[in-house]
Structure formats: C-alpha cells, structure tokens
C-alpha cells in the first residue's frame, strides 16, 4: 500500500464512526449573547469544518460541522457598551455584588456548564481533532479549576476581612475589580485555557466580553444559555467574527480596561499599542514558547525518552508547554535518538475516537504544509528525518517527524512549530543549551534530564533566570494549577494560576480611617449592620 493510501485509510466512512461521538447534525448557530439576551443574527456566518476527512463516493470529503456569526465591527461595539454599561464605572450590579453573591453566580453557571459536558466534549474532538480522552480531561479539568477558583476565592475572602490597626490608622485591604476585560483564548485548549482567565475575571467582579478561537468557537455555543442565566445583565458578552475586523475597534475605543489573550506575540504587540492609553491598559497574556529539553551526558535515558516524547508529542506537539527543541549530549545522543525513532514508531495515528490513538488529524489548514517547509528547510542545512516515514503527510494528518542534527541555521532552531516536529541539537559543552536560552526571544520553561547532582544544581542556577519554571527529569506543563504559570521576554505577561490569576484580575484596595472615637463607631455600624459589600467581615465558609 503506498504511503497515500495508508493514510486516507485512516479517514472512516460515515458509517464507521460510532454513533455515541457522531455530529449527524452540522450546527448552525445564528445567535450569541449580548447584554443578557441571546441575540439573533441573520448576517454573514463563518462555516466549520473538522480537520477529519470522511471517504464518499466521490472521494474523501472534509467534513462540515456547523457554522456561527461573523460580526462586523459596528455589532462588536455594541457588544462592548453592553459591558461597559453594566461595569458602570465600578458601580453596576456585578461590581458592586458581594463577593459571596458572585460566588454563587459561578456555582450556578457550573452545575449548568456540567449538564453539556458530552456536547462540549463532542465538539472539542471534531473542531480541533483532539483525542476522546483528552477531551474529556480537559472538560473535567476546567470545571476542577473553577471549584478550586471559588475556594481560593474564599481563603483570599477570609484573610481580607479582618481589620488592620497600624499607626494609629484603621484600614481595610480587600480587591476589587479592573473593569472590561476583553478575552481572547486560543484554538489547542479552547475551554481550558479561556475558562482559567474568563472565570477569574468574571469572579473578581469584571465584565467580559469574550471572543471565542477561530478554530474552537462552536464548541462554547452549548454554554451560552448558562451564561446568560446564571449573571446578570451584560456581565458576560460574546463577540464573534473575524479578528482583524472587530477586535481593533474594542481596542481603539480605549473602553477595554484588561486585555487577556493566548496566543501569538506579534498580535498581542499590536493590540496593545492600539489603545490610546496604554498605561492604563492590564495585560495578561500567554503567548509563545520554544521550551528546550537539556538531556546531560548522566540522563536515565529511558526516562529522557518517556518524557521527552510525552512533552514533543501530546496532542501533536500543540501545546505552549510542548517541548519543541532537544538538547541532548553527544555521548548519550545516538542512544536517546535510537529510542525516540523506535517509541515514535509505535504512536498510532488515527481518528479521535479511537482507543490508544496518538495522533490526530490536525485543525489548521496550513499547518501540514508549514512543518514539510520547516522539515525541507533543515535538510538543506544538513539535516535528516531519522524516523521511517517522519514528515510524511495525508490532508490534515502528519507522521511525527524526528529531525537531526539541527543547528542554528536553521527555521526550526528559531520557529515555534506547534506540531508533531522534534528536532535534536548534539552539543559538547553545558554552555551551548544555556546560550540558546539566553539569546531566545522565549523564556517559559526548561526540561533538565541527569542524576549528576553538581550538573543539575549548575543548570538550574543557570536557567531559573531565563526561564520561570525549571523541570527536573520531567516534560514541561502547565500543572498543577495551584503552581504559578507565566513566561518570561516574549512568553508571557502577568501570572496565572489559581490564586495568581485571582490577583491578576484584580488590585488590593484599602479603606482606611485616623482611630478614632467616632470613626470606629462609623466602621462598627457599616460592619454590624452588613451596609457595605466591600467593607466587612463576614465569613465565606
């Protein structure tokens, strides 16, 4: 069977796909929520299609998902006065609510949000052609870190609702709101990764307006109707439509008080400087990485290998956590590419539904021929592919491909490649893996491998400065979502995590009076009589 026809056999008929994980149906959403009604729109819509090809008669045929809004910029305006009207300066509804109250609001959207969760898992396989498995942990994930938002929640509630004496000087330190956050999350975590800036924006008392990702949109339709019911007026908005379109105008009105994306740097650069008052503008941004593995000559190298190909290759290397650029030294390199060509030789390739299936077709268009340039491009500067059939292509599925040995001449020593592409630097000295990290225009994280104690303790001196989170003898990640997640240069900007993106989201606030007679008798009374929602000492259990 020649190569081709191995790989458009892995494209199934519509009858071979089981009924269970099946979209019989393409879903046409014609509405989005704005200002607390789902609206109705009769304009231009943007077709879906799955990165999954299905065989017909006539050949094999991209299958068509659905369809939602493009918006122009006129419609994303009003979207946009919508959650400025119901921020209203720090004073409307939301802002104003206590924080218990909010916290309710989030209950309410969840327990919502949980009843779809075989819808949303259904989408997120044939949007983005991520693995059952791992669609389903990314729901379940999601929901986990809004219930672990609302508990660190309510321990910043409870250790801001004590009274401070100091200097004769009574004072109050609570957070409070920024204002209208724009939202912006990106197509390879399409839930999780917005839900963990959405939800703490939402929580903290902001108003958001929320674009979905291009690739990854109709997969949030589901919970529209949640939204809607579960917060007032306005406080949750969505803008659909072509980015270039309708995001430069938000930006432009200078009415976007917090910027929050995942994504691209070059975009986020140009977003900022499009608000006419930038100092005023929070941003909270993760954006690209080239994380590097650093495997010494002392690695286990079958654990290097386990780890390795789990951080290159997990969902087809699309991760900002993905390991996308090997070190390795030159007396343990031939060895480690050895197990990592048999180990690649063993991942399957196939559809989303099928069990221990490892690598899945691919959502963006171009991605399969943007890695064969960056494959063609290493072998004219003295690379190979040292993996039988690696970098070989069929529609939106690609082999995984092992590149060695790469140098700096290369697209792929500088690119990050967001797909199934591992390349391999041998290096001599410790100083050369430090150097690419130093002079790298990314600094999020770095994968140590070694058992010689000295070695490792010299590499993480070394690194804990370039790089904000230092891995030893294990792949890069994300998690525990407890840790602090951000990135250094171009990677990233502000902090994320459970408690950190609370903080983000958010400015400490005091109220404070001289200690006197009368203005502690002013404070007890505003306390024991619950007249404020900001100042107060109630118990959040």
Not at 140 to 169: C, H, M, P
Request: glycine share 6%; net charge neutral.
């Amino acid at each position: 069977m020649s190569n081709s026809r191995k790989f458009e056999s892995l494209f199934p008929a519509e009858s071979q796909i089981p009924a269970e994980f099946n979209l019989t149906q393409p879903i046409e959403q014609r509405e989005y929520l704005v200002n607390g009604e789902m609206r109705q729109w009769s304009g231009k819509t943007q077709d879906v299609w799955s990165p999954v090809y299905i065989q017909t008669e006539k050949g094999l045929e991209q299958k068509r998902i659905g369809s939602y809004p493009i918006t122009d910029p006129a419609d994303a305006m009003e979207v946009l006065y919508a959650a400025v009207k119901a921020y209203n300066n720090g004073r409307g509804e939301w802002p104003s609510m206590s924080v218990a109250k909010r916290i309710e609001c989030v209950e309410k959207f969840t327990q919502r949000m949980i009843q779809k969760r075989d819808e949303v898992v259904r989408l997120l396989m044939w949007e983005i052609g991520k693995s059952l498995g791992d669609s389903q942990k990314e729901f379940d994930r999601t929901v986990q870190y809004i219930y672990d938002t609302i508990d660190a929640l309510k321990d910043i509630d409870r250790n801001s609702s004590t009274f401070t004496i100091t200097e004769g000087i009574i004072g109050q330190v609570r957070r409070s709101p920024l204002g209208v956050v724009l939202c912006m999350g990106p197509f390879n975590y399409p839930l999780n990764e917005t839900f963990t800036t959405l939800i703490p924006a939402l929580i903290m008392g902001n108003t958001v307006l929320f674009k979905p990702p291009k690739h990854g949109s109709l997969l949030h339709y589901p919970l529209l109707e949640a939204f809607k019911d579960s917060f007032p007026a306005g406080v949750i908005n969505t803008v659909y439509g072509r980015g270039n379109s309708v995001i430069p105008c938000l930006m432009e009105s200078g009415k976007i008080d917090v910027l929050t994306l995942i994504g691209s740097s070059k975009v986020a650069d140009k977003l900022k400087k499009m608000h006419p008052k930038v100092n005023r503008l929070r941003a909270i941004l993760g954006l690209d990485a080239k994380n590097a593995a650093i495997v010494t000559e002392s690695a286990d190298i079958e654990l290097a290998v386990k780890e390795c190909m789990l951080g290159s290759l997990s969902f087809n290397g699309q991760r900002c956590t993905a390991l996308k650029i090997m070190f390795v030294h030159k007396s343990v390199v031939d060895i480690f590419n050895k197990r990592m060509a048999e180990e690649i030789s063993k991942l399957q390739l196939g559809m989303m539904w099928e069990k221990g299936v490892n690598i899945t077709p691919l959502p963006e268009p171009n991605k399969p021929a943007y890695l064969k340039e960056l494959i063609e491009d290493a072998k004219l500067h003295g690379a190979s592919v040292i993996n039988e059939g690696g970098g070989e292509s069929y529609k939106s599925l690609v082999q995984p491909a092992l590149i060695y040995p790469v140098n700096s001449k290369m697209k792929i020593w500088h690119e990050e490649q967001f797909g199934p592409v591992v390349p391999v630097v041998p290096y001599e000295s410790i100083e050369e893996p430090i150097d690419y990290l130093i002079e790298s225009s990314h600094g999020q994280q770095v994968s140590i491998f070694g058992t010689e104690v000295n070695q490792i303790s010299e590499l993480i001196d070394a690194t804990v400065n370039q790089v904000s989170r230092v891995n030893i003898n294990a792949q890069c990640q994300r998690g525990p979502d407890t840790f602090p997640f951000t990135g250094r240069k171009d990677s990233a900007e502000g902090t994320l995590s459970v408690t950190a993106a609370l903080r983000s989201f958010s400015i400490r606030t005091v109220v404070a009076t001289k200690q006197t007679l009368e203005n502690k008798a002013i404070i007890n009374q505003i306390v024991e009589n619950q007249e404020s929602n900001f100042l107060s000492t109630r118990f959040i259990l």
